[in-house]
């Protein structure tokens, strides 16, 4: 008996008992549903967390600085002012792995234009800042090293901030003040969206680094900078970057033998590929966690092929009696039963798309439907089909043709 004969006979017994087939194939559909669904939420958050490692650009560290004592207590990270823009200069000169260097400063401010006004974060840059984020601008131009040399009064806009002082309108030229001092508005940057931490990286002004220093920041001194941003030749060279830099900078601010460092070097990359790897862990433990439900369903499909084997025991009698072979009886019934969770998983991988689908629209939720994940989820309805339609499968084909025939 040839396939497409075999194929027949199991789409005429799952017709004959219509509401039951259905009823059986509940639960590869639901499991099938909730694996699409459930990986394509997954797929979703780890879309996000590489969207906001891009954001932050490639193959950087950040130097921050140490922690002080006054009275007997002891500030965090970043409470001294350890770091001044002479490291920027000998890292940039001494350390071979190490492409670009930046200084930064931060506070905030309000930014006033005319009777509109914004609290935003004000940070102070040199150049290199903007190619070590990879940030580029969508209107007017960025920072040059002039402007820096200079201490212009010159800023460039974060798109959040643009939007709330100056709506549709080009602010490029205009004058906004930052702490009563008037800067000019020389260019608006690319949107960046959220950063890892959540933060709207785009509700931002920059400004060149030494007007910060002179006129928007405390420090001890115009030549101190709050933190420094490096970016390494490439991704293999950072571990070899981070340690440059450490030696480097223990080596000028001498410390030495159980002196504490005064400054902590962090690995962006490394930071966040944590959080890129726990987001896929997520979605394998979420798409694992709805698997389960896919062995219920092959459960519930070994139960009513087991019932059918018995109900069609008159039936399996006359065939084997009229000259079928074994392998025919368990083919039949093999078939049967990856047919139920091969067409379970069909609705299924509709439905399970249709969910990830309703899903991002209601919470505003990215989810990703990959082919992967549905031809993973396709491969396997199919082998739960065969694993357990395989026992009831065989017990019909070792059955007695005397006794089946015999069977009431």
Request: glycine residues 10%.
């Amino acid at each position: 008996m040839d396939f497409i004969q075999t194929l027949k006979i199991a789409l005429r017994a799952l017709r004959t008992n219509k509401m039951r087939s259905f009823l059986t194939m509940l639960g590869i559909i639901i499991g099938i549903a909730a694996v699409i669904a459930m990986m394509a939420v997954g797929s979703g958050a780890s879309y996000v967390i590489s969207q906001q490692i891009a954001s932050i650009g490639s193959n950087i560290i950040l130097v921050i600085p140490g922690s002080t004592t006054s009275g007997g207590l002891r500030t965090g990270s970043g409470g001294a002012q350890t770091l001044t823009s002479d490291d920027v200069k000998a890292i940039m000169n001494e350390c071979p792995s190490v492409s670009l260097a930046a200084g930064t400063v931060r506070s905030s401010s309000q930014v006033v234009y005319g009777n509109l006004n914004w609290s935003t974060l004000i940070m102070g840059g040199t150049p290199e800042m903007f190619e070590i984020r990879e940030w580029p601008v969508s209107a007017g131009r960025s920072i040059t090293q002039q402007d820096d040399d200079s201490a212009g009064k010159v800023c460039l806009l974060g798109q959040t901030v643009a939007d709330n002082l100056f709506g549709s309108s080009d602010p490029i030229g205009t004058i906004v003040r930052i702490k009563k001092i008037p800067f000019t508005v020389i260019g608006v940057l690319e949107r960046k969206g959220q950063s890892p931490q959540g933060t709207d990286q785009d509700d931002t002004v920059f400004v060149p680094l030494r007007t910060a220093q002179r006129n928007l920041v405390r420090a001890q001194h115009t030549n101190n900078v709050g933190a420094l941003m490096v970016k390494a030749k490439s991704e293999e060279l950072l571990g070899k970057a981070e340690e440059e830099i450490n030696s480097l900078l223990n080596q000028r601010h001498r410390v030495t033998g159980n002196k504490e460092p005064d400054f902590t070097t962090r690995n962006l990359s490394e930071i966040l590929a944590v959080a890129e790897q726990s987001a896929k862990a997520m979605s394998l433990l979420l798409g694992a966690v709805a698997s389960i439900s896919l062995i219920v369903g092959g459960i519930g499909i070994m139960n009513i092929m087991l019932v059918s084997v018995t109900e069609r025991t008159r039936e399996i009698g006359i065939r084997m009696a009229i000259g079928a072979k074994k392998n025919d009886i368990l083919l039949q019934f093999m078939t049967e039963a990856v047919l139920l969770t091969m067409l379970g998983g069909i609705i299924g991988i509709a439905l399970g798309a249709g969910g990830a689908t309703i899903v991002s629209h209601l919470l505003d939720w990215p989810t990703l439907i990959s082919l992967e994940s549905i031809v993973i989820a396709f491969v396997f309805a199919a082998v739960v089909g065969i694993f357990f339609g395989f026992y009831p499968a065989r017990k019909a084909a070792g059955l007695n043709p005397i006794d089946a025939l015999r069977y009431e």
